[in-house]
């Protein structure tokens, strides 16, 4: 298999297969949570504690002030995430040719500078988790997969825009192949939590605004 | 009740529910909570970060409920839990946690941690490892009704002592009142004059109340220990009495835990809503207040605060009466740094101040309380919750500090304006 091949398959049938991988592994993560069902509140309630499960998923994304290193280098990688997966021109082109929906991707430069930024703040967590006692010892080799897998469609997208290491139709396979693998890894590692901090954040939401407690 | 190991883990494995699934799905060990946690700030230690205090039923579920782990564990690549796991959760989950629920608040994901300690309670217990001491707070509460042990006859000697100092006679069983008025036993033992405040209160309220014989304690070790037989065996005693003096109004006592069990857990314990609502007595105070039916005069001048009981303010929503009432009765009430759904633990709640072994971790910990304390430079700390009120009462004295501790009903009562005729 050539380097066209490569790029070929990566685009192709790779894609294809992780998307059936993640959707279907996501789906399931999301069953096996649900199917465990939740008791119901016999208390007399304060409130009913639906819209207070909605607003703490959204609150509970608000800066905390305090430990402000590890909160500000978590919110800037996840912030960088998102914009480059959705605002990167090629990468608006991909989700119009897939999906039909366009939205404007933003400059080069910007995608440029959050995807150093994120890489930065990427390395300051894991660096952190060396560093810090607590976080060396509560780290598993589930933490340090997720951030692997995580990392390298960063490094590798940035590598394949500044045509760095290997030739450009090889780094740009092996950046979307990185991003298969974790799109693969979304269902089966600590990344789900990319979809089921919602279902925790609403549970712990909605039981306290049934408390009337603050979240 | 019975307990084993294997009762242990089954019931590790019944009290998995989606919650806790969904927290153990999204929690990426950031160790955030560990800053939250009195019992890791104030010992640096890493092992008391709270998420490390469910690792057993963090592998159960997913080894039991995830398609993943089950394939791990046929695989050999994750270790089933141990007896001697349990074991060492014992330490985390029961003698350096006092269920205050802070870390629940921090949690980047949302996590509600303290619920899932709670759960591991449950399963420590099953497996027969619950601390002596709560279990035999939890026997005395069965044969005597009482956490400390106190018969009725104590209470009824308390009644007759109040009842000689205020000249109001106090009701026992008696039907159709408006309030039953249930006490912890620290106030029986120690703080026996809010029987007497109370008294006045509510005569000068013009509302009528009762104790019952066979529920005159909320205290709930049944509720610390997670076993949910014996804490409904208790919550029931209480459902009895209400139905039985056709009471609509429960009150429960100033003990943050004692709220929590017979307002919040109670119904669902025994698996059906109550006939009758629960109330704080700080909260009926306050709606007394605000009927204009609580009425006092003067007020405190000195510089005083006010600490949160966490089972009442955080976990359980009492956040705004006791304000209320601090300013009606003084006029420099100075809010600590940290405070409501915030507010740093005493250190001595969830059972620790039973735990013998526990006892010089809680009074390294104090020391959170200490500095919040001594950076306001007050006189005195009032608080609606007889462990907090022992626990801070223990930690000044043991620190030399110069504050009186004082409960919030007890503060009212010294002010109340005393109209109609006993």
């Given at each position: 298999m050539n380097e066209i091949e490569l790029l070929n398959w990566a685009r192709g049938p790779g894609l294809a297969y992780a998307t059936i991988i993640m959707v279907f592994g996501l789906t399931l993560r999301v069953f096996e949570i649900l199917s465990l069902g939740r008791a119901e509140e016999l208390a007399e309630v304060r409130g009913s504690g639906v819209s207070d499960g909605w607003k703490m998923i959204f609150k509970r994304s608000l800066p905390e002030p305090r430990h402000w290193k590890l909160i500000t280098a978590s919110y800037i990688f996840h912030v960088g995430l998102l914009v480059i997966i959705f605002f990167f021109i090629p990468h608006t082109q991909f989700f119009r040719d897939v999906f039909g929906v366009f939205w404007s991707g933003w400059p080069n430069y910007v995608i440029d500078f959050f995807t150093v930024l994120s890489i930065a703040a990427m390395m300051y967590t894991l660096v952190s988790r060396f560093v810090d006692p607590t976080r060396r010892i509560l780290s598993k080799m589930s933490d340090y997969f997720a951030w692997v897998v995580t990392f390298l469609p960063l490094v590798t997208g940035y590598m394949a825009f500044h045509r760095l290491g290997m030739d450009y139709t090889t780094m740009l396979a092996v950046h979307i192949l990185s991003v298969e693998l974790l799109m693969i890894s979304l269902p089966i590692s600590k990344l789900t939590h990319a979809i089921t901090f919602t279902m925790a954040r609403y549970y712990t939401g909605s039981s306290n605004g049934r408390r009337g407690i603050q979240s | 009740m019975s307990t084993s190991f294997e009762q242990g883990i089954n019931t590790l494995k019944q009290v998995i529910d989606a919650p806790i699934a969904a927290y153990f799905s999204s929690c990426t060990n950031c160790g955030l909570c560990s800053r939250a946690c009195i019992f890791y700030t104030e010992t640096e230690n890493p092992k008391y970060t709270p998420i490390r205090r469910v690792e057993p039923m963090r592998r159960i579920w997913e080894q039991e409920f995830t398609l993943v782990g089950k394939a791990k564990k046929a695989l050999g690549l994750s270790k089933e839990v141990t007896e001697q796991d349990l074991k060492d959760c014992v330490e985390l989950a029961f003698e350096s946690c006092t269920t205050c629920g802070r870390c629940s608040m921090v949690c980047p994901v949302g996590n509600d941690i303290v619920y899932m300690i709670r759960r591991m309670r449950e399963g420590l217990t099953a497996a027969g490892l619950a601390p002596k001491s709560l279990q035999d707070a939890a026997v005395r509460t069965m044969e005597k009704g009482s956490v400390m042990g106190f018969p009725m006859k104590t209470l009824e000697a308390m009644v007759k002592a109040a009842e000689k100092e205020t000249g109001i006679e106090i009701n026992i069983d008696k039907p159709d009142v408006d309030y039953l008025l249930l006490l912890s036993s620290a106030e029986v033992m120690q703080f026996n004059e809010i029987i007497a405040s109370l008294a006045q209160i509510f005569k000068e309220a013009g509302v009528s109340w009762t104790f019952s014989s066979i529920a005159h304690e909320a205290g709930n070790p049944g509720m610390h220990m997670g076993a949910s037989e014996i804490e409904a065996q208790m919550i029931n005693r209480i459902v009895q009495a209400a139905e039985e003096l056709n009471i609509k109004n429960v009150i429960s006592p100033e003990c943050g835990h004692a709220y929590m069990a017979i307002r919040w857990e109670g119904p669902n314990v025994i698996g059906r809503p109550y006939p009758f609502k629960v109330y704080h007595i700080i909260e009926v105070l306050d709606k007394l207040r605000e009927q204009g039916k609580l009425k006092t005069t003067g007020c405190e001048l000195e510089r005083i605060t006010f600490h949160d009981p966490c089972q009442a303010a955080r976990r359980g929503g009492v956040n705004q009466p006791q304000r209320n009432l601090l300013n009606m009765v003084s006029s420099n009430f100075i809010e600590m740094k940290?405070?409501?759904?915030?507010n740093w633990c005493c250190g001595g709640g969830g059972g620790v101040n039973t735990i013998e072994k526990a006892e010089p971790l809680m009074k390294k910990v104090f020391n959170r309380k200490r500095n919040q304390i001594e950076e306001l430079d007050v006189t005195t700390v009032v608080t609606m919750c007889a462990t907090c009120r022992n626990t801070l009462e223990e930690g000044i004295e043991n620190n030399n500090m110069n504050v009186q501790v004082l409960g919030l009903t007890e503060l009212v009562a010294n002010h109340l304006l005393k109209e109609k005729k006993s």
């Open positions: - | 940290d405070s409501q759904a915030c």
